[in-house]
């Protein structure tokens, strides 16, 4: 004698992992949502099992990587992956879409998976605080803040005696200073910067003139 039940899984489980076991060990076969216990000569308690369904979870990064491309996740479980921007980018202010995706620090978290589903985390660029300093210089606005490869301006004044010389600016780290007038403009900025403005002091001719006399 054989007989057959039909079972269903309940949410987040999946009948294509089923099993079944019985004791006494009986003769069983399933096909699709069938359990058949075959050649039945004795009682029989069988128990059937599922395994979670699996979800897939895509992680994309703009403007940085991560160490997987995805996670694939059990059912109401969880997973992470590690972000790391790229040169010039920061995690700082990191934002991220996607049902159950969380960020904090260098950690995405993905929480409570009830199916598949995509996580993008957009990073910003860094911020570089940039400094004017120099002998016989004023500044009202120094250091000012540029993004990664941005620019930013500083205002500055001469002391009474001083003058711009020809090659008196130097900002490093690769940044590109210009000057016009009493504005400093720094561009190209990808990383904290320090310019150094060398002005002159002024020349001055002197004429003497004796009159009834020589000098």
């Known amino acids: 004698e054989s007989l057959e039940f039909s079972v269903t899984p309940n949410e987040g489980y999946d009948i294509s992992k089923m099993s079944v076991s019985c004791s006494p060990v009986a003769n069983t076969t399933i096909t699709g949502d069938v359990i058949r216990v075959n050649s039945i000569t004795q009682n029989h308690d069988?128990?059937?099992?599922?395994?979670?369904?699996?979800?897939?979870?895509?992680?994309?990064v703009i403007n940085g990587s991560s160490d997987a491309l995805n996670k694939v996740i059990e059912y109401g479980g969880s997973g992470s992956a590690t972000i790391t921007p790229n040169y010039g980018y920061t995690?700082?202010?990191?934002?991220v879409s996607g049902e159950e995706c969380n960020i904090e620090g260098d950690t995405l978290t993905i929480s409570n998976v009830v199916n598949n589903g995509k996580c993008i985390v957009t990073l910003e660029k860094a911020k570089y605080q940039v400094t004017l300093t120099g002998e016989g210089i004023a500044t009202s606005n120094s250091p000012q803040e540029a993004e990664y490869e941005g620019s930013t301006t500083i205002n500055f004044t001469l002391a009474d005696g001083f003058e711009l010389g020809?090659?008196?600016?130097?900002?490093?780290?690769?940044?590109?200073?210009?000057?016009?007038?009493s504005v400093l403009t720094v561009s190209n900025v990808t990383a904290n910067t320090t310019c150094t403005l060398s002005p002159v002091l002024k020349s001055y001719d002197v004429t003497l003139k004796v009159t009834g006399g020589t000098p």
């Open 46 to 60: 069988c128990t059937v099992s599922f395994d979670k369904t699996r979800y897939t979870v895509d992680i994309e």
């Open 91 to 95: 995690l700082d202010n990191a934002t």
């Open 166 to 181: 020809s090659t008196s600016i130097n900002c490093d780290n690769g940044a590109v200073p210009n000057i016009s007038g």
